[in-house]
């Protein structure tokens, strides 16, 4: 993929370190044996130095020209040429090694005394594949990184159990601008972000993002992490690698329509980044065309249709987007079905955990290869470096399947800009879909019916501020937001709850205006700051209270398209 995507490994530089040990050691050898040669030449040519020159005591010899004692050099010159080159090597090589056993003996105090007195620095903990390549990402972008392994098996870094207060205090985690857990354990991920949030002492916001295998465990955090107090000095937020991956790849490159029919997609697999991969193809339709016929995908696996109930469940908003079929069948009966059972689909994604069984389906599975360039995207994690014999300058196997294109997972989520994109964020992104799909249905036009990625800052933020706000209205009715996973009933917002929400959000959107500048007039005049609408509640036009009101009405919907409901506390 390189430069297009963005999704694979990066290419790494030779280590400088082991070239100039071979350079030495081969150094080495040849100022040994110019040693012996040398002196051999100058003990046969200076008998009456009284020095012997047997070939033990001439090894003897050479070898104390490392240590500068050499005690037949002692006697002064002219030295053959070959000994001269050899009596000045080998104190270079002796040198070399010196300082080398030096900056290893002491590379460790030196790494935690930097540790101790960085400023502004972030902190990976973890030594995985999301925390290295994460940790490079980091460092490229131009950040300085300490890393704490999961185990204290390394002693080059910060040692200790990363959980623990003193370790994230040897890290300087008071003076670091974020942290990022990404061991393999969720439930230590969580232990180590909460733990590095309570030794938050200094007055700046510290950033902390740990990692959730688990999509579902991920947003249930999530959710109640927005609905709980604001937390001040912290921000702290969960994500999932395969969520993440999704939406980079289906962001970036978006669905193609072919002629006037909408195109037919194939997911192979139906594990958490084939669900990501489906639900956000589903969100990029529907801002795309809201007038468009369904997108057909067919998902296959051997759980399909527990799945595809499972997903529709909690998006209820794709079974009116997508006309999903579900295909319980495995890989190998996939493989064992004729090539020519039904229309081929024009985009594939084989989603499988199992790399090997991603490449199985990829190389093998005739009957979903398309045959446009890059339309069968298989999704990789440690075999994505492969990408070089599909899609790289030489195109080794081109001949074989031009339509393959290897997608890195943990290299695509692993970007810090896309892990910040909290559930903040994206409940805003959700509040601006639903507002273009309300007004594109009425037929309005207005500047802010474009993507999110091209909407102005200023609107951005009204959205961002309304989705953070979210939280604190529904503590204010005894509610809180709960994550679309198994059997459970959304609470239904009385009268005088969307009322009450209402003046809310009003009184908000009257803060956060007033605090811009903005007055009351009875007409609107942007260039001066005046709005009508900033009057108090009993004084609003009616106008303007039914859209309050109509904007609390759609927050259950809105949720719903994020994948959360309203449900109320038990006392």
Known sequence: MGGRSGGSADVRRPPVAPVFWLTFAILAVISFGCGLIGLEQYLSQNPDLGYSDHPLDVLYYALQLFVLGSPPLDAGGPFPPILDFARFAAPTVTAYALIEASRLLFASEIRKLKARTARGHVIVVGDNLVATTLSRRLRQAGHQVIMVPSRATEPARVTGAARDPDILRAASVGRARAVYACTDDSAANTAIALAAARLRRNGTTLAVYAQVADPEVCAALQARLLSAPPRHGTRLDFFNIDDLAARHLVAREPVTVPGARPPTIAILGATAFGRAVLVELARQWRIRDPAAAPLPIEIIDADATAAVNRLTDRYPFLTRICKITPHDAGLERLLASPSDDGPVPDRVFICYDDEQQALKAALT?????????????????RLASLREAFDGGDRVLDELSGTLRLFGVVHAACDPALIGDDLVERL???????????????????????PWEDLPDRLRLTNRAQA?????????????????????????????????????????????RAAQGWRYAAERDDEHRLHPAMAAWPALRDEMRNRNLDEIRQLPAILADAGFRIVRLRA
Do not use: F, N
């Not at 599975?365 to 994690?381: H, N, T």
């Not at 992104?429 to 802010?448: C, F, K, Q």
């Not at 005894?478 to 239904?492: M, W």
């Open 428 to 450: 805003a992104r959700v509040i601006h879909e639903r507002y273009v799909l309300d007004v594109s249905g009425r037929g309005g036009d207005t500047p802010a019916l474009v």
């Open 468 to 512: 953070e706000d979210i939280g604190r209205k529904l503590r204010a009715i005894g509610c809180t937001l709960s994550p679309r996973v198994g059997p459970g009933r959304a609470h239904t917002l009385t009268d005088d709850e969307t009322e009450r929400l209402a003046v809310m959000e009003h009184e908000r959107w009257r803060r956060d």
């Open 365 to 381: 599975a005739e009957q979903v290869w398309p045959g446009e360039p890059g339309s069968v995207v298989v999704r990789l994690d």
